[in-house]
């Protein structure tokens, strides 16, 4: 109970501080064995890690592409209704929040091999992900901003309604094998249990309101929306007020008792020569089936509306406008009739793409007996970094350039400079630190924005302790 | 260990500066909503030689709406600040028509008027008359009670005596339109 509450404040806490999903400062930092999530082919020098449960990585980040908390709430007296209204229109439908969540529940790792070199890795954990993306709705915010009246002849796309949201728990195990002296594969398989999903990404249609042929206004309405969702319907359908009950039935969820799936992370080093070195991965190549507690939702149709006619039943085609309008009465009901099925879906994993080119320079020169020692290597590197994520709309990307130094054994830094969505001038640093067996990290991005984070479109966070027996052996 | 405290020290100075600053979240609790709403209401077009029925010249005909639901909706009470209904007659009818509409709530109970009337055309050449009821306080207070509407159209007698017949030429048209003013608190 302790350890759940604990993970809960620290969750809320991450969330506090408010960069984006992509793990720039993580991504090859080696000392950290978290590193290999992102690359399974990551040879981590160690012997055995454990890390602490819940506790050895904890990831938040919050993201929001075209505006940051300060452009509506700045204080500076102008009125928030017209800020609002101008961010709206500032704003275009593939402008996005996002939210994105890790923690480790258990981790650890060991190497092995074949006789006195262990030269391969194996790693497994269990972690759990919250992600979540809103795609702005513009046109749903410019008609209840603004209504139709003043916006003749402009067509209300439908599909910018662009959501998805889950929260799942992620079972993996990976390893790495040596191929030659200088390329080094891995992979990584997992086990995906889906707590929750909720998702609206294949909308279509569309409304509007132009000038009619024989009325005034003539209103066009052609819709085709869908939500979809698994693992909600039990917890709001219950009744109960025991959220305990909820928490049970949503632990059982992360230990295979949602709908699961399956997926796979694959990866490259290639150690070109002993100071250039190039790697790449692909993440979360994997899918959800989703067939248990599902409801979806779907509203389609088509209908025109010209208004009222024909009046004057004496005169007319003998059709009352009272019937007239109970037909159109009807029609509307249907058009608006949400239709909610039980209908199995598939949902796609955020597909991610890590690559690196890595350059180690300096040799570390030993200063008692002015000889270079080869254990320490290098401790210096330069690097560029690209990072890609697909999304319902379109994929996202990350550019950085990064300089890591191990200051001392016990203390390694890495400072990035990133360009994404969110920014051009995203500067991030992490520290990780080792005292004995404990490896204490933190990482952090958008520093330039920390004074004052409201202004910051983007910021992530990353903490975690690990114990790690054998390093640098 | 100066390297380390100077990094340590760096650290905390930007923790200790990290803060928000001149934000103010609570101006989000007097916003609102302002949207203005068109919709289509009636439309209809009747010809000159229709209010000739039985050898005789109709004095009026008369239609009804009834079941309107929207203006009972809890959202259209609570958030509907001002309504406007836009009226166009077009007439080539060389009579003077007048179009009144009766708004009833549920029990029958008479609500709201209005009336206007649609000028003759002496030439066959369309006159076209714009009429706007504008509901606010009192009768849009009315108008939130509204299930039920009654549209009249009085043909005025003509002056020289004639009647329309089987072969009187012409038509009278008429387009009609709501615009609905709304003040959402969110």
């Known amino acids: 109970m302790r350890y759940k509450r604990l993970a809960f404040v620290l969750i809320i806490i991450t969330f506090g501080f408010v960069g984006a999903q992509n793990k720039q400062l993580l991504f090859g930092f080696n000392d950290i064995p978290q590193s290999a999530l992102i690359n399974p082919s990551t040879t981590l020098k160690n012997d055995l890690f454990v890390g602490l449960p819940l506790l050895s990585h904890v990831h938040a980040t919050v993201g929001s592409s075209g505006a940051s908390a300060y452009d509506l709430f700045a204080d500076d007296g102008r009125d928030f209704s017209s800020k609002l209204q101008s961010l709206i229109f500032r704003l275009d439908s593939n402008d996005f929040f996002m939210f994105n969540q890790q923690f480790d529940i258990f981790s650890g790792g060991f190497s092995y091999g074949k006789g006195i070199e262990k030269d391969r890795y194996l790693s497994f954990g269990m972690y759990l992900e919250t992600d979540a993306i809103v795609y702005h709705p513009k046109d749903y915010a410019v008609l209840a901003y603004q209504g139709n009246a003043d916006n003749i002849d402009r067509i209300f796309d439908l599909s910018d309604l662009n959501a998805s949201g889950e929260v799942v728990s992620v079972l993996h195990i990976g390893t790495t094998k040596k191929i030659n002296n200088k390329l080094t594969i891995g992979a990584r398989g997992k086990i995906y249990s889906s707590v929750f999903n909720v998702n609206s990404t294949k909308n279509s249609g569309s409304f509007v309101t132009r000038e009619g042929q024989n009325n005034f206004l003539e209103h066009t309405f052609n819709l085709d929306l869908s939500v979809r969702t698994s693992g909600i319907k039990s917890l709001a359908e219950d009744n109960n007020t025991d959220f305990s009950k909820d928490i049970k039935t949503i632990r059982k969820r992360m230990l295979f008792g949602g709908n699961l799936g399956l997926g796979i992370d694959v990866g490259f080093t290639y150690q070109a020569t002993d100071q250039l070195m190039f790697e790449g991965s692909l993440q979360d190549f994997g899918f959800i089936r989703h067939k248990k507690d599902i409801e979806s939702y779907t509203l389609k149709g088509n209908y025109t509306f010209e208004g009222i006619n024909p009046l004057f039943p004496e005169v007319g085609n003998g059709q009352t406008a009272e019937e007239y309008w109970d037909e159109i009465a009807d029609n509307f009901e249907d058009l608006f009739e949400v239709d909610s099925a039980a209908n199995k879906y598939t949902t796609w994993r955020p597909l991610k793409l890590n690559g690196a080119l890595r350059y180690a320079f300096g040799k570390k020169q030993n200063k008692d007996c002015d000889c270079l020692n080869d254990d320490v290597g290098y401790i210096n590197e330069v690097g560029a970094q690209l990072y890609a994520v697909n999304r319902p709309k379109r994929p996202q990307f990350a550019l950085t350039a990064y300089y890591y130094r191990r200051v001392f054994n016990g203390f390694r830094v890495k400072a990035t400079y990133t360009v994404d969505s969110f920014s051009y001038k995203n500067i991030g640093l992490g520290v990780s630190t080792h005292f004995g067996p404990v490896n204490l990290y933190v990482l952090a991005d958008n520093l330039l924005e920390y004074q004052n984070l409201a202004k910051a479109q983007s910021a992530s966070l990353q903490l975690g302790l690990n114990f790690v027996f054998g390093r640098n052996k | ?186």
């Open chain 2, 1 to 186: 260990m100066l390297k380390r405290k100077a990094i340590y020290t760096l650290l905390a100075i930007m923790t200790l500066m990290s803060c928000v600053k001149d934000v103010d979240f609570d101006q989000a609790e007097n916003f609102s909503l302002t949207p203005v709403l068109a919709s289509s209401i009636l439309f209809t077009e009747v010809e000159a030689s229709s209010f000739f029925e039985n050898d005789m010249e109709l004095e009026s005909v008369r239609d009804s709406v009834a079941n309107i639901e929207i203006f009972e909706d809890q959202f259209v009470k609570d958030n509907l600040i001002k309504a406007e209904l836009v009226f166009q007659a077009t007439n080539t009818i060389d009579r003077t028509f007048n179009l009144q509409v009766d708004f009833f709530n549920d029990a029958d109970e008479l609500q709201h008027t209005l009336s206007f009337d649609a000028i003759e055309s002496n030439s066959g050449n369309p006159v076209v008359t714009d009429y706007t009821e504008v509901f606010e306080d009192d009768s849009l207070d009315a108008l939130k009670l509204i299930t039920k509407m009654v549209i009249t159209l009085t043909l005025y007698p003509s002056s020289d005596g004639s009647t329309l017949n089987e072969n009187s030429s012409g038509n009278i048209s008429l387009k009609s339109k709501g615009i609905f003013y709304f003040n959402i608190d969110v």
